[in-house]
C-alpha cells in the first residue's frame, strides 16, 4: 500500500492537490484539495450590485467572461430586470467563442500529453502519419509536408537535450501506447491549435472590448453601441470580421478537434470503463434568445443515477427546482462551522487548519442538489440535453459514438460517456455543437441589426427592499451559478457557486465524496511513482482552482514529490 500526494497538479489553473491510496495496482481512496483562498465575495458586500461583475471575473484568469455574464445575469434576476435581444446575441456570442478557445486548449495544451507521447515522434513516418490525418478529415495541415516539418522540429528538440515545454513528461509510460504516426499527427494539430484558439479569442477581445477580462457587460445588456453608418461602433465592417474569424475556427473545431478527440478516444477504448464516480449530472440551460432569458438554445437539467430516462429539465433562473435544491456543505472545507447552507444565507468565513484526513482538508466547498453530489461539466451538458432530444447534441455524439466505435474495433455507446475517457469525448461534442450554434447567433445578431434595432441596455432600478437573484451560465467547465442578495441598492450577500466546486468538492457531512474523488476510485495505477493515470481524471475535468476556493499555505510539509508535466 503506498500514499500518493501530487501538489500542485499543473495544466491546468490554480493550486489543487491530490492525495490517493493505491493498494493492489488501484486507487482505495483520495482526497482533493485547493490549497488557496480568494474572498472575493467578501469584498463584495456593501459593493453596488452593478459593478460585481468587474470583481467576479477576477476570480480567474482563464475563466473571466463567465463570471462576468453570471453577475449581471444574478442582478437582473433580482430586478427582474429584461435584456434587449441584441445584448443577448452579443453576449451569447462572447461565450460561444470563449467557449470554443477554451476547448480547444484543453483538449490540445492541458490534456493531450497524457496521451501522446512527445518522443517517439523521430520514429515516426510522415508520410504515414498524413495518410493517418487524412483518413480522419480532409484538413488542409494533414499534409505529409506539415508532418515532416514538425516531426525535423521535435527531432532538433530532443538532439538539444532541451525539451522545453515537453521536458518532465511521463515518456514511455506503459499507459501511453499510440503509435509514433499518431502522436505526430496530434503534436501538428497541438501547434495548429495555438494559431486557432487565438482567432476564437480575437472574437472576445472585439466585442467586449478586451481579453481576458471584458469590459462591455452591464447590468441591463451591454455597452456595445450598434450604428451601422459609424466607423465607430459595431457596424457591418466589425460583424463581418467576426464571420472572419468564426469562418477559420469552426472548420478547426469540426475537422481537427472533432476527429482527433473521436481517434483518441478510439486507440483507449479501455478509458470508458474507469473513472465513472459521481453519475449525477447537472447542467443549466444557456444561449438565451429572447429578453427575459426563458427561451434557450441549450437546455438544462438533471439526471440521476447514471439513468438517462430520469432526466428533469430545468426552464431557466426563475425555475424553483433550481433555486431551492442548491446548498454549500463546509464539513470538511476550511471555513468556521460545519454543514450546509444555501447560497442566498452562505458565509465565506476562513478557519485554516493543517490538512487533516478526517477533517477540513481544502478551501472548496461542497454543493450539493437536493442532498446529493453533482458532476458538472461537458458531459452533464451532453448527457442532459441528448437524453431531452436537442437535435444537435444528438448529431455531434452519434457521429462521435461512431468513429469512435470503427477505431475501437467494437461499438461504444452513450452510456458509455460515463467515464474518463467520456469526458475527454463530451468536451469535443460540445465544442461541435458550439461551433454550430455560433454561426447562428452571428446570423440573429445581423438580422436582428439590419432590421433596425440598435437597442443594447435597459437602465437597472434598485428597489429598498432585499430581494435575491441567481444568474447561472452554462460554462466550459460546465453549471456556473452565482446568488446575490441586494438591499437598499448595495449587496448584502454574493456567494459563487462554480463548476469546479461542483467537481473538487470534498466530502460533505455524510462522508459522501465529489465527483473528483469519487472518479478516481478504482482508477489503475501501473507505478506510484509516476501516477500518470491519475493525471488522467483529473485532467478530464479541466480543474479550474481559483474559480472553485473561496492563501497559500507556505508551510506545508512535502509528503512526496512527484515530477508532473
Known amino acids: 500500500m503506498a500514499r500518493i500526494t501530487i501538489d500542485p497538479i499543473t495544466r491546468i489553473e490554480g493550486h489543487l492537490r491530490i492525495d490517493a491510496v493505491v493498494d493492489g495496482g488501484q486507487v482505495q481512496k483520495a482526497w482533493a484539495s485547493g490549497t488557496m483562498w480568494r474572498g472575493i465575495e467578501t469584498i463584495l458586500r456593501g459593493r453596488d450590485p452593478r459593478e460585481a461583475w468587474l470583481f467576479t471575473q477576477r476570480f480567474c484568469g482563464v475563466c473571466t467572461t463567465v463570471h462576468a455574464l453570471a453577475s449581471v445575469r444574478a442582478v437582473e434576476d433580482a430586478l427582474g430586470l429584461e435584456v434587449p435581444l441584441n445584448a443577448q446575441y452579443i453576449r451569447n456570442l462572447i461565450m460561444l467563442a470563449h467557449g470554443l478557445h477554451d476547448h480547444i486548449v484543453h483538449f490540445y495544451h492541458l490534456s493531450a500529453l497524457d496521451w501522446v507521447d512527445v518522443t517517439t515522434i523521430p520514429k515516426a513516418d510522415p508520410a504515414k502519419a498524413a495518410t493517418t490525418a487524412q483518413s480522419l478529415s480532409d484538413w488542409p495541415g494533414n499534409s505529409r509536408q506539415e508532418m515532416a516539418r514538425v516531426q525535423k522540429k521535435v527531432v532538433g528538440l530532443v538532439e538539444s537535450g532541451q525539451l522545453g515545454i515537453f521536458a518532465n513528461g511521463y515518456w514511455g509510460h506503459p499507459a501511453m501506447k499510440l503509435a509514433p504516426e499518431v502522436n505526430l499527427l496530434a503534436l501538428a494539430h497541438y501547434l495548429q491549435a495555438l494559431e486557432f484558439q487565438r482567432k476564437a479569442n480575437q472574437v472576445v477581445g472585439i466585442l467586449g472590448g478586451k481579453t481576458p477580462h471584458i469590459q462591455n457587460l452591464a447590468v441591463g445588456g451591454v455597452m456595445n453601441a450598434i450604428n451601422l453608418d459609424s466607423l465607430a461602433t459595431l457596424n457591418m465592417d466589425r460583424l463581418y470580421m467576426l464571420k472572419d474569424l468564426l469562418d477559420e475556427v469552426v472548420p478547426f473545431v469540426q475537422q481537427v478537434y472533432f476527429p482527433d478527440a473521436c481517434a483518441i478516444a478510439g486507440f483507449y477504448p479501455e478509458w470508458f470503463d474507469i473513472g465513472a464516480g459521481v453519475k449525477n449530472y447537472l447542467a443549466v440551460p444557456d444561449l438565451p434568445t429572447d429578453t427575459r432569458s426563458t427561451i434557450f438554445d441549450i437546455p438544462g437539467g438533471t439526471i440521476f443515477d447514471g439513468n438517462l430516462g430520469s432526466v428533469k429539465s430545468i426552464s431557466g433562473a426563475r425555475d424553483a427546482y433550481f433555486r431551492q435544491s442548491v446548498v454549500e456543505d463546509h464539513t470538511h472545507a476550511w471555513y468556521k462551522g460545519s454543514g450546509a447552507l444555501h447560497p442566498w444565507k452562505g458565509e465565506t468565513n476562513p478557519d485554516y487548519t493543517d ?200 508551510e506545508g510539509r512535502t509528503t512526496a514529490t512527484v515530477k508532473v508535466l
Not at 437602465?459 to 430581494?467: E, I, L, Q, T
Not at 447561472?472 to 441586494?486: M, N
Open 355 to 554: 490538512f487533516k484526513d478526517d477533517g477540513k482538508y481544502t478551501w472548496v466547498k461542497a454543493p450539493r442538489f437536493e442532498g446529493k453530489p453533482m458532476q458538472v461539466g461537458p458531459l452533464s451538458n451532453v448527457l442532459v440535453a441528448y437524453a431531452q432530444q436537442h437535435e444537435l447534441t444528438r448529431k455531434w455524439t452519434d457521429l462521435a459514438l461512431e468513429r469512435v466505435s470503427a477505431v475501437a474495433g467494437h461499438r461504444i455507446t452513450v452510456d458509455k460517456l460515463q467515464s474518463t475517457m467520456g469526458r475527454y469525448l463530451a468536451r469535443a461534442i460540445r465544442a461541435a455543437v458550439l461551433s454550430d450554434l455560433a454561426v447562428r447567433h452571428w446570423q440573429l445578431l445581423v438580422k436582428n441589426v439590419t432590421s433596425g434595432d440598435a437597442h443594447t441596455f435597459n437602465p437597472p432600478s434598485f428597489p429598498k427592499d432585499a430581494v435575491e437573484g441567481v444568474g447561472f451560465h452554462e460554462a466550459p467547465r460546465g453549471a456556473l451559478s452565482h446568488w446575490v442578495v441586494v438591499k437598499d441598492g448595495i449587496l448584502s450577500n454574493y456567494q459563487a457557486v462554480v463548476p469546479t466546486t461542483w467537481n473538487a468538492s470534498p466530502r460533505d457531512e455524510r462522508d459522501v465524496p465529489g465527483p473528483y474523488e469519487a472518479a478516481l476510485l478504482k482508477n489503475p495505477v501501473a507505478n506510484p511513482d509516476k501516477p500518470l493515470e491519475l493525471l488522467r481524471t483529473v485532467h478530464s475535468f479541466d480543474p479550474c482552482m481559483a474559480c472553485a476556493i473561496h492563501t497559500l499555505d507556505m
